[in-house]
């Protein structure tokens, strides 16, 4: 595709992403790992595909945690964007970088490799640190080309530091965030505080046990990710599957399995 085409293309799906993000009405993503994942999501419906860092690094071999390289972990968001028409945010853990400098390289090769968004995490770093980081990558990608989801991690790290949060957030959005992820926080009463005070579209991530889409719409959640948690489930099915074939002889627990030809027609064109 020409550079010209494929620029127009970047810049409608950020839109498009950035549109999506609704307070009351969330953009729900079950997180992808690799091309045929990010395919069958887009087929079961997805308006957008997002990745999971974790399941991206486990798929190749690698620990979740920055333990990719810079050039692995954009190779991984080429393909799959590459496999799919809707818009891809992808999840760069910190940024791929040891510095703003290095995080900005990462964010224009995520550009250049087709993504609308991506997710940056915070990981409890000094608040002036974060923000130089950001402050990169929004220079490196004008809002118009990129939505940049900053994570903070404070209930999902941390002690659940509701004023730190709120500052973090508020810092983080002036240094160039368009929207705030806070994984770990559930609760609904400490979610619903947080939307009122955070003035960015809010990203919640889930798991089983935690509100349904319907009652973190009541509280104003903008996004909702289930973030590894699939990946972890397939992972979990390949482990049943192996123990109960090594040791039953039988094989139940693929019966659930997408049809062989549904699935290599999902990855046919």
């Known amino acids: ?24 009405s969330p953009l729900v993503l079950a997180n992808a790992w690799d091309a045929a994942s ?38 991984a968001v080429r393909r799959v964007v590459s496999a799919v028409s809707v818009p891809v945010t992808a999840d760069i853990e910190s940024g791929f970088g040891d510095d703003p400098a290095g995080v900005a390289e990462t964010i224009r090769g995520v550009v250049a490799a087709g993504a609308a968004g991506v997710n940056i995490e915070d990981s409890l770093r000094p608040v002036d640190e974060m923000v130089s980081r950001l ?40 240094a160039g965030a368009d929207g705030i992820f806070v994984p770990g926080a559930v609760d609904p009463e400490v979610v619903g505080a947080l939307v009122a005070k955070i003035p960015a579209p809010m990203n919640v991530l889930v798991w089983p046990g935690a509100p349904s889409v319907a009652e973190l719409a009541a509280l104003g ?47 046919g064109a």
């Open 38 to 75: 990010a395919r069958v999501a887009e087929a079961a419906g997805s308006p957008v595909v997002a990745t999971t860092s974790a399941g991206v690094a486990w798929s190749l071999g690698a620990r979740d945690g920055d333990a990719l390289d810079r050039e692995t972990a954009v190779a």
């Open 135 to 174: 402050a990169a990558a929004r220079e490196a990608a004008p809002r118009d080309d990129l939505f940049i989801n900053a994570r903070i991690d404070n209930y999902l790290l941390g002690s659940g530091d509701f004023a730190d949060t709120v500052a973090r957030a508020e810092a983080y959005i002036a």
């Open 221 to 267: 959640v903008a996004r909702v990710s289930l973030g590894s948690g699939v990946a972890q489930a397939a992972y979990a099915l390949m482990r049943r599957a192996a123990r109960e074939a090594l040791t039953d002889g039988t094989y139940t627990s693929v019966g659930e399995a997408i049809e062989y030809g549904e699935l290599n027609g999902l990855l």
């Open 1 to 24: 595709m020409p550079t010209g085409a494929k620029t127009v293309l970047v810049t409608q799906q950020a839109a498009l992403l950035r549109s999506l993000h609704v307070p009351g």
